[in-house]
């Protein structure tokens, strides 16, 4: 009789088995033959996982289970990137301190990410913010002030009215990519405009503050970063987005004299249009309004000579210039530039239409009016955050000796645990409140001296925590983060998988902090991840998941009504990993139709049969599976899959060739029914998940318990 497919009690005792065995438990001592399979992980937020953390997790999932079948010692790791403003204002919203909150959120995403059956390594997690982690994260912020890499520096930063905290510049940018609708300070949604500057976290417009704050001084790496995306292999769009970023520009700073004396430099990519400039632009910090994206000026009075003509040229205050790039003016050439045009335009200034002229590059240094130059749009990492939910930066500022580090010794310097955590506004984070906590005396000299009261942002824990997977378990008496035999062997990373979201920050910091730690002889690599993939972002029916238009796909709900193994064979049906699935529950119930077809399959009554079309169209999907997974183009595999069957079930032909052949193949995509039917139907003694399959494609599992 047809047994029905219980996938509720067969996906709980494998995944109690595959547990109690330490099937994914990897081998880091002796493992030889190396395979860092790495997922980005995940803010645990309130809401818990949702079906695109679902669809990355497997996508991920499904290559580590790939090469394991291959004869690879698979390491995959995965763990929480607690601190910071997204568990924070969580926390702060239902009234609750952030320390329990975020034991109680991890745990549900471990439940969460177990029932899905990935093959993590759970002996090796990592939580941000545990004092054993953290402590690591502010061994990192004294190895880069010891390096003179970090310094504490009065600038005009970004900074967020909603998350009460400045911002890095990368954590600035666009509504659309922050995918969030524009506010305003008073939390009021404004009409949308590409050029608004809003938080990547709340969407709310930044506004401009001058405060002190740490910076890591990722501009001396501005190069060696735009050097390295050469050597990696990472899509087309990450890398650009990386050069972009960095914004490498070759030109000139051209010195105008001004009419009473006194120079105003500009910066110029186009020096070959000095023939037509008419006026010069100055960044107004003062006249620049977030909301407002409408050029606005006002001449300041004041001319400069421009050196070819000797005419006057009218310097004119304005909102379009950004204050922090190049020298912060402009020489304006409404001819050749759109925006200086649009500019002259508005304020009526002169237009001189000149056909751009190359010997001008030469002339300028010649008369020594001006030098090349090379610009880089990259500014240096603001680090601090006037927050309490994050690592306290292990600095104490002396009145005698400026500032000093906390003596490694005295690592962690421990978050305390305060029922004030809210942030203020005021510039300085809630720490600066408590006495008890900053007063301390300067391990130097002995003095009275102050501690910074300011907390590291979230992507300073993430932007090693790669390097500290593999080390979990050796221990933390050591005095690095990681065991140096232990990185030699495992790291670089050989597949990172995540979110194309985060191109130019988690992707940027953590390539710069593996340079620094390259540098100071740490680690022997300055590449974390060779091979970067970025998956797509999931839709829910043609609109982007948010909680907003309540459109958000709980993976739980399906996993109960369908198993984990319909999801995953699901998710990875949608399409290309790098396409935008639409998740829709038809297509649920289409996978579970072709698992419970599998299941069915197995059960039949086994004969010998072997047809030569069957076999044939068993080796082309054979070959097919292998090289899909490798181009992340599972929904082709599991196609060829569903052929592959629907053949078999024509034939009637049950053979074990082809019944092993095909647990082993859909093994990835479904390891609770693949591993049922290999184990308690075919028979075998061991895993499927550890079979290596061999070229001729005969079957040589290792034996695992
Ligand atoms: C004259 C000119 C003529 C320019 C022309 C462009 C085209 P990238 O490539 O991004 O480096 N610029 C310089 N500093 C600026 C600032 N702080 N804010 C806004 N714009 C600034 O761009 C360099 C060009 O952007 C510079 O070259 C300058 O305008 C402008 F037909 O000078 B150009
Ligand atoms: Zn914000």
Redesign the pocket.
């Known amino acids: 009789m047809q047994k029905k497919y219980d996938h509720a009690a067969i996906e709980k005792k494998w995944q109690e088995k595959w547990d109690r065995t330490g099937l994914y438990v990897a081998d880091i001592e002796n493992g030889k033959n190396h395979f860092y399979n790495l997922w980005m992980f995940p803010y645990p937020s309130a809401e818990g996982l949702h079906a695109g953390h679902a669809f990355a997790s497997t996508g991920s999932d499904i290559v580590g289970r790939f090469m394991r079948m291959n004869g690879k010692d698979v390491f995959q790791p995965i763990g929480y990137d607690s601190f910071g403003i997204h568990s924070e204002n969580y926390a702060i919203k239902i009234n609750e301190n952030p320390q329990d909150v975020v034991k109680r959120t991890t745990k549900h995403y471990e439940n969460q990410l177990r029932c899905l059956g990935h093959g993590y390594d759970w002996t090796r997690t990592v939580t941000t913010s545990d004092p054993d982690y953290y402590r690591w994260t502010q061994w990192l912020f004294i190895k880069m002030f010891e390096a003179g890499l970090a310094y504490k520096k009065k600038a005009t930063v970004n900074f967020c009215p909603s998350c009460k905290t400045v911002l890095a510049d990368e954590q600035v940018v666009s509504p659309k990519t922050a995918g969030k609708d524009p506010k305003n300070a008073e939390g009021e949604t404004v009409s949308y405009s590409e050029e608004l500057k809003v938080c990547e976290r709340c969407g709310t417009i930044v506004e401009k503050k001058d405060l002190d704050q740490w910076f890591f001084k990722i501009t001396d790496y501005a190069d060696r970063l735009l050097g390295g995306l050469n050597k990696i292999d990472w899509s087309r769009r990450v890398v650009s987005a990386q050069k972009n970023w960095i914004?490498k520009?070759e030109?000139m700073i051209i010195n105008f004299k001004k009419e009473n004396g006194g120079n105003l430099p500009?910066?110029?990519?186009?020096?070959d249009?000095?023939n037509?400039?008419t006026f010069i632009?100055v960044?107004d910090e003062k006249m620049y309004n977030e909301g407002n994206t409408e050029k606005i000026g006002e001449p300041n009075g004041e001319c400069a000579i421009d050196p070819l003509t000797g005419k006057k040229l009218p310097i004119w205050k304005t909102n379009?210039?950004?204050?922090?790039?190049?020298?912060?003016?402009?020489?304006?050439?409404p001819?050749?530039?759109e925006?200086?045009m649009e500019f002259a335009k508005k304020y009526h200034l002169d237009i001189v239409e000149k056909d751009?002229d190359d010997s001008l590059w030469e002339r300028i240094e010649k008369e020594g009016w001006g030098k090349k130059h090379i610009?880089y749009?990259l500014r240096d990492w603001l680090v601090s955050r006037q927050r309490y939910w994050g690592a306290p930066i292990p600095m104490i500022d002396c009145p005698k000796c400026g500032w000093v580090t906390v003596p490694e010794e005295d690592l962690p310097l421990l978050l305390p645990p305060i029922s004030d955590y809210k942030p203020e506004g005021s510039g300085r984070g809630p720490l600066a409140n408590h006495k008890e906590f900053y007063q301390v005396a300067c391990p130097s000299c002995g003095g009275q001296a102050k501690r910074e009261t300011d907390v590291m942002d979230t992507f300073v824990d993430s932007s090693w925590y790669f390097l500290r997977y593999p080390s979990v378990k050796a221990g933390t008496s050591s005095k690095l983060p990681f065991d140096p035999v232990i990185s030699k062997k495992w790291l670089p990373v050989d597949l990172y998988f995540g979110g194309a979201e985060h191109s130019v920050l988690h992707l940027m910091y953590s390539r710069f902090v593996t340079m620094v730690l390259n540098d100071l002889k740490h680690i022997d690599f300055d590449e974390p991840f060779p091979k970067f993939f970025a998956h797509g972002l999931m839709i829910k029916d043609g609109s982007k998941m948010s909680k907003s238009r309540g459109n958000v796909v709980n993976p739980d709900d399906y996993i109960d009504k369908f198993g984990a193994d319909t999801l995953r064979l699901y998710l990875a049906f949608m399409g290309p990993m790098d396409a935008s699935p639409d998740f829709r529950d038809s297509g649920m119930e289409g996978a579970n139709r072709f698992i419970k077809r599998v299941w069915k399959l197995f059960n039949e009554k086994p004969n010998e049969k072997v047809i030569p079309e069957v076999t044939s169209k068993l080796h082309q999907t054979i070959k097919k599976v292998g090289s899909d997974i490798g181009e992340y183009k599972y929904n082709t595999a599991i196609s060829s899959l569903m052929e592959l069957v629907n053949m078999i079930n024509e034939y009637k032909t049950y053979s074990t060739e082809y019944l092993e052949a095909l647990a082993l193949l859909l093994a990835p995509f479904a390891p609770h029914l693949s591993e049922e039917a290999w184990v308690e139907i075919l028979g075998k003694p061991f895993s499927i998940h550890k079979g290596k399959r061999h070229q001729e494609g005969s079957v040589c599992p290792r034996q695992v318990s």
């Open positions: 914004g520009s030109g500009v910066f110029t990519t186009r020096p249009t000095l037509a400039v632009a960044a379009y210039i950004a204050a922090g790039y190049g020298t912060g003016s402009v020489m304006g050439v001819a050749h530039d925006r200086d751009p610009n749009h």
